[in-house]
């Protein structure tokens, strides 16, 4: 088992963010994630505010500036409200980032103690696509709400069933997908779990290549997509063209029973793609006998893909902000490792529909 840096979960995303705290509502009333922490000018923080937000193992820190001269300003600016950390709880701090340098990754952040009354945590973090960082913190004897700097600010939401985070995708530039693929292998040790070339996921405009990257006991998942050309514009290049740059494009957040989460997730008023009636009429032949009612599958618009392990249910939110930029997908595994090849058509369809009403085809 490879692990170079010592890679024990992921332990939060951190977005940028216009308006925390409106962003903190969306996600408590939207998502079902609980308030947990909080840092801002009643804690003493006068740079930048903070809620964060859990739900099953996922942590969302959502952070906006509170200066004109703080980096996040500049960042939303460029980016919009986007995912500008991807954080690893590791074993050692210190010996993640060196080692993680040593492998060539760009350090943006070096070791340092971040300490309140609650104890002390290691933090380090080195830079990957685009504007984004991977953070990586080891506890030392820290036993606060979340981490140094936060106190403690509960508010309860109505869970929505969701467990984990699956997988997180990164886009990148045209010809860049294998020069981030490799850097997840030489600096992650991470190794190629699947890849899909454009034949695979392609229509007739809207073509995208992917490779997946996964440590090996395929706890992190990171896709990385680059857009392929095709006859019109890239669902990839649209996103680069509208993020100003490579970035997270979603995250796929796990659920234990995708038929309550879903029909809670739209009860709450999230919008998701949709694929034609004609998906539904084309499902039994093409994945056969299903545990879900396929009138609950139709009415919620959820996709399924089988493989030879079993098979996954999913479904992709709609953007989460105004620029076509981050979305999230719900998924539940039936013993499918896969990420819905089989869907990819139908769903582009949908995707370039939309990319069409947006004027960007
Ligand atoms: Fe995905």
Redesign the pocket.
Same mark, same amino acid.
């Given at each position: 088992m490879e692990n170079p840096l010592k890679l024990k979960r992921i332990h939060h995303v951190e977005f940028w963010v216009g308006n925390a705290k409106q962003a903190a509502f969306y996600y408590r009333k939207g998502f079902g994630f609980s308030q947990v922490a909080y840092s801002g000018l009643e804690t003493g923080q006068r740079q930048q505010t903070s809620y964060v937000l859990s739900q099953g193992k996922a942590n969302f820190i959502l952070t906006t500036p509170m200066t004109a001269d703080d980096p996040a300003a500049d960042h939303i600016k460029k980016h919009g409200d986007g995912v500008r950390d991807i954080a690893f709880e590791v074993a050692d701090a210190d010996a993640a980032f060196a080692e993680a340098v040593q492998r060539g990754a760009q350090p943006a952040i070096e070791p340092h103690d971040a300490k309140d009354e609650h104890g002390t945590v290691r933090r380090a973090a080195v830079h990957t696509y685009g504007d984004t960082l991977h953070s990586l913190i080891s506890y030392k004897d820290y036993q606060g709400p979340f981490l140094p700097g936060f106190v403690a600010s509960p508010i309860a939401a109505d869970d929505c069933g969701i467990l984990r985070i699956d +997988?997180i995708?990164g886009n990148v530039e045209l010809g860049k997908m294998q020069h981030w693929a490799d850097y997840y292998t030489r600096v992650f040790g991470f190794h190629r779990y699947i890849t899909f070339d454009d034949k695979d996921i392609s229509t007739e405009y809207s073509a995208l290549m992917s490779i997946v990257m996964s440590d090996d006991s395929h706890s992190v998942k990171f896709?990385i997509n680059e857009p392929a050309m095709a006859r019109n514009k890239s669902q990839i290049q649209e996103y680069i063209e509208a993020y100003g740059g490579p970035g997270a494009q +979603?995250i796929?957040l796990q659920c234990k029973d995708v038929l309550y989460t879903v029909s809670k997730l739209q009860r709450n008023g999230l919008d998701f793609l949709r694929v034609p009636e004609t998906y539904y009429e084309a499902l039994p032949k093409r994945v056969g006998p299903l545990e879900e009612p396929l009138s609950d599958l139709r009415s919620l618009g959820i996709l399924v893909d089988r493989d030879e392990e079993g098979y996954l249910l999913q479904i992709f939110s709609k953007p989460v902000e105004d620029r076509p930029t981050v979305f999230f997908?719900i998924?539940q595994r039936k013993g499918s490792r896969g990420?819905g090849k089989g869907n990819f058509k139908a769903l582009f369809e949908s995707i370039e529909l939309e990319q069409a009403r947006r004027g960007n085809l």
């Open positions: +997988h995708v896709p +979603h796929a997908e998924i990420f």
